[in-house]
C-alpha cells in the first residue's frame, strides 16, 4: 500500500538533546512538507521541500532542521535551539508544486522533559 | 501573508446539516482545500476549490466565493463519525512555489 510513514508515534527526550522524526513515503510525490500542531493552533509550517535536495524554510523554522536526500526521505531534526518542542509533528507529501491536495502521515508526538 | 479565520467550535445532532465557514487573506490565492482531523490522527483531504461555487462530494459539499476571500464546508445528514477537526487552507504563492497554510480549525461535536 502507498503512503506516508512517520516514526516513532511517540518520541520521549530529555531537554536540551537533539531528535530526529523520521518520514518516508512510496506515493513517488516530489512535494514534502513538515507541521506542528499545538492545541487550538492549527498547523503551522516548518519546512518545506519541492524536489529532492532543495529545501525551503516556512513560518517557524527557527530550531529545526532538515535534508532531502532522497525522493522518499524528509527527516526533520528538533534542535536543542527549539524552545518549545513539545508537540505533534505532522509529515506531508503532495504529487507536485500545485499541491492541490496533501497526504498526511500519522504524526509524531514529542514530550521534551 | 496569509491568514484564515474559522470558527473554534461547532455543534449539531446527528442527521443535522452544518455549515463551518472559512475567510481568508492571501496573496497570489490559488485555492481553498478543507481536511478532516479526528483526535490524534492525521488530516484528510476533503475538497479542493479553485474556481467560484460549490463543488460536491456526498454528504460533504464546499464553496468558494473569491471575491469575498469566503468559502465554507457542509455536511448533510451528519453521523457520529462526523466529530472531528475540520481545518480550511488556502494554497497560496511564495517565491514559485505553492504552499498551503492552514487555519486553526473548527472542532465539530455532533451529539446523539
Known amino acids: 500500500d502507498g503512503g506516508i510513514t512517520q516514526s516513532p508515534k511517540y518520541l520521549f527526550r530529555k531537554e536540551g538533546q537533539n531528535v530526529t522524526l523520521s518520514c518516508e513515503q512510496n506515493?513517488?510525490?516530489?512535494?514534502m512538507y513538515w507541521y506542528r500542531q499545538d492545541p487550538g493552533q492549527g498547523l503551522r509550517l516548518i519546512y518545506y521541500s519541492q524536489i529532492v535536495n532543495d529545501f525551503q524554510k516556512g513560518d517557524i523554522a527557527e530550531g529545526y532542521s532538515v535534508s532531502r536526500e532522497k525522493k522518499e526521505s524528509f527527516p526533520l531534526t528538533v534542535t536543542s535551539a527549539q524552545k518549545n518542542p513539545t508537540a505533534f509533528y505532522l509529515c506531508a507529501s503532495s504529487p507536485d508544486r500545485a499541491n492541490t491536495e496533501a497526504f498526511f502521515g500519522q504524526g509524531t508526538r514529542l514530550t521534551v522533559v | 501573508g496569509q491568514s484564515l479565520e474559522q470558527p473554534s467550535e461547532v455543534t449539531a445532532v446527528e442527521g443535522a446539516i452544518v455549515q463551518i465557514n472559512c475567510t481568508y487573506q492571501t496573496s497570489g490565492f490559488y485555492g481553498l482545500s478543507w481536511y478532516q482531523q479526528h483526535d490524534g490522527g492525521a488530516p484528510t483531504f476533503l475538497s479542493y476549490?479553485?474556481?467560484?461555487g460549490l463543488e460536491e462530494t456526498g454528504r460533504f459539499s464546499s464553496f468558494l466565493s473569491r471575491s469575498d476571500s469566503y468559502g465554507y464546508l457542509l455536511l448533510q445528514e451528519l453521523q457520529m463519525k462526523d466529530s472531528a477537526s475540520y481545518f480550511c487552507a488556502v494554497r497560496g504563492s511564495s517565491g514559485g512555489s505553492y504552499i498551503p497554510t492552514f487555519g486553526r480549525g473548527t472542532s465539530l461535536i455532533v451529539h446523539p
Open positions: 476549490n479553485a474556481l467560484d
Open positions: 506515493l513517488n510525490h516530489d512535494a
